[in-house]
């Protein structure tokens, strides 16, 4: 049961952060190297906000918005200037970003790690089923479900999202409809940022808040949106629970094989589905 | 009134050039129609237009003010409809929402997607399909319905009947023609004479990147051999 829970939640985390680069991938034609990074600084802003105001809901709040006006400016500044160039400069440009994002996060918050505690509320395990299950992973579970499914309606059904599908697959048309396509670039990737520090606030109570933490996690990520295949959303929340299930029953079953287990799935899937495992023609955001 | 103008535009792409200070004007209510062989430089007249492409030297003028600078998202706004020559559906997005971005971009006006289902009744039956499951004529319905429904003042086509069956361009060429007479005006696109004598009131020969001929249909009719001339592979 608790590697369900587990799974689940780690599944969960995942797909927020997959989703993101998804989507920014569709839109902006680039991985963003610096996913991980604005993960990572949610979830110290997320602690900074707990830390002064004692309340883990106001961070939840807060701490992504922030986190989103960062994404947009990092748009606005540095990445909108060199569309017109080789998507290598691009590339280059969100690696660069990890660099600064970490050496200001260093300068802002030290190196010492960071800790979050765990919302009141979800103090107590749950017994369920026979066994413990602690709280708080159920509400990670909730959560992430709750916004995944909000994500695929404003996706899907909001005229914001047909504008987002429609500049994300033929850019040039969309323009010549009345789309401000570039709003529409530096909207998406501050949604892309908003969930990453979505993901990072959530994280906050069940991981040490340090500045390795955007590594270990955007690596699941890239993983997460190759199996998934680049650009579709679907493809990636089945990734992500793929992924999330493994590694959580690895670490119950056979610690030392997770890493192995995770990179197998990844190579398995270039070598004999290099477009996704469960790629579709048709219909991805 | 003269709706709109490209004044001596030069337009190139990287060092090459494919527009040599081309010069063309649209009135209002006028059918006009750009011919010319592959390569002349026509979709390339209406990329200049629409704002895809913007002119190294020379002007953009609708309505009488300089609109060089604007983005085809502004020019669009401003009442430019744009039916380029690939169709260009957005496949990610069902027949329905194809028109529904439009509706929701573009101006309003006398254009409604009651209107078009009205005319194309394939389109509903459609509706709920992916865009890119649309046969050619299909898809060639859909991406002019998509225009006006923006409700532009100044449609540009781009070769329109192109790889459709003779039955359906009548068809087209029909609708073509009763959206002119309810009053907007149609910048037509075409390779050869056969829907330009039917539509246009005046035509552009283009050759070479540069306008080699203009003048009313009626000229044409009279330059007849010259002109096929210069629209012969
Ligand atoms: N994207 C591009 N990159 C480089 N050159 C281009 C591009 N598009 C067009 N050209 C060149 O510009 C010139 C004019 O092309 P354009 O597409 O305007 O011709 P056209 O008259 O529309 O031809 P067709 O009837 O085949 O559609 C051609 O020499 C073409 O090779
Ligand atoms: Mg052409």
């Known amino acids: 049961m608790s590697i369900i829970v587990i799974g689940l939640s780690l599944s969960f985390l995942l797909f927020l952060l997959a989703a993101g680069l998804t989507l920014i991938f569709g839109m902006l034609g680039v991985i963003n190297f610096a996913h991980g990074a604005l993960y990572m600084l949610g979830a110290f802003v997320g602690y900074q906000i707990v830390h002064m105001t004692g309340s883990f809901w106001l961070g939840l709040l807060f701490a992504p918005l922030i986190v989103a006006c960062v994404g947009a400016l990092i748009e606005i500044l540095a990445l909108k200037q060199v569309y017109d160039r080789d998507h290598i400069f691009q590339l280059l440009l969100t690696f660069g970003f990890i660099l600064v994002i970490d050496d200001a996060t260093k300068m802002i918050w030290g190196f010492d790690y960071k800790q979050v505690p765990t919302p009141e509320i979800f103090m107590a395990p749950i017994s369920m089923f026979g066994s413990q299950i602690p709280s708080y992973r159920l509400f990670v579970i909730g959560f992430g479900a709750a916004v995944s499914l909000a994500l695929f309606l404003l996706l899907d059904r909001?005229?914001?999202?047909?504008?987002?599908?429609?500049a994300s697959s033929d850019p040039e048309m969309a323009q010549t409809?009345?789309?401000n396509v570039n709003r529409v670039r530096t909207g998406v990737f501050a949604l892309g940022a908003y969930l990453a520090a979505l993901g990072g606030v959530v994280s906050a109570p069940l991981v040490p808040i340090e500045l390795g933490m955007g590594f270990s996690v955007i690596i699941d990520c890239f993983v997460v949106v190759i199996i998934g295949g680049l650009g579709n959303i679907r493809g990636a929340i089945l990734a992500s629970l793929l992924l999330g299930m493994t590694r959580a029953a690895g670490y119950t079953y056979?610690?030392?094989?997770?890493?192995?287990?995770?990179?197998a799935l990844l190579?398995?899937?270039?070598?004999?589905?290099?477009?996704?495992?469960?790629?579709?023609?048709g219909r991805s955001a | 009134m003269k709706l709109l103008a490209l004044e001596s535009c030069n337009v190139t792409y990287g060092k090459a050039q494919a527009?040599?200070?081309?010069?063309i004007e649209v009135a209002q209510g006028e059918?006009?129609?750009?011919?010319?062989?592959?390569?002349?430089?026509?979709?390339?007249?209406?990329?200049?237009?629409?704002?895809?492409?913007?002119?190294v030297s020379g002007r953009r003028v609708w309505k009488g003010d300089d609109v060089t600078a604007r983005l085809p998202n502004q020019l669009g706004r401003l009442g430019i409809g744009y039916v380029p020559e690939d169709r260009r559906i957005f496949d990610n997005l069902t027949v329905h929402e194809n028109l529904r971005i439009a509706t929701v971009m573009g101006r309003t006006g006398a254009w409604t997607e009651t209107r078009i289902f009205e005319m194309f009744p394939v389109l509903l039956d459609r509706a709920s399909q992916a865009g890119n499951t649309l046969s050619g004529g299909e898809q060639q319905m859909l991406a002019i319905s998509r225009a006006l429904l923006t409700n532009p003042e100044l449609l540009l086509l781009d070769e329109p009947t192109e790889g459709l069956a003779p039955l359906i361009v009548d068809e087209l060429v029909d609708s073509m023609r009763r959206i002119n007479e309810e009053g907007m005006t149609l910048l037509l696109v075409e390779q050869n004479l056969r829907v330009p004598m039917k539509l246009a009131h005046r035509q552009y020969v283009v050759d070479n990147g540069t306008v080699q001929w203009s003048g009313t249909t009626a000229d044409l009719l009279a330059n007849r051999e010259e002109i096929e001339k210069l629209i012969s592979v």
């Open chain 2, 31 to 55: 059918v006009v129609s750009l011919i010319g062989r592959n390569g002349a430089g026509k979709s390339t007249i209406l990329k200049t237009i629409i704002g895809l492409k913007q002119p």
């Open chain 1, 254 to 263: 056979a610690t030392e094989w997770v890493e192995l287990l995770t990179f």
């Open chain 1, 158 to 166: 909001s005229k914001w999202g047909m504008i987002i599908r429609a």
């Open chain 2, 19 to 23: 527009l040599h200070s081309v010069s």
């Open chain 1, 267 to 281: 190579i398995g899937t270039l070598m004999f589905r290099p477009a996704g495992l469960f790629s579709t023609k």
């Open chain 1, 177 to 179: 409809l009345g789309v």
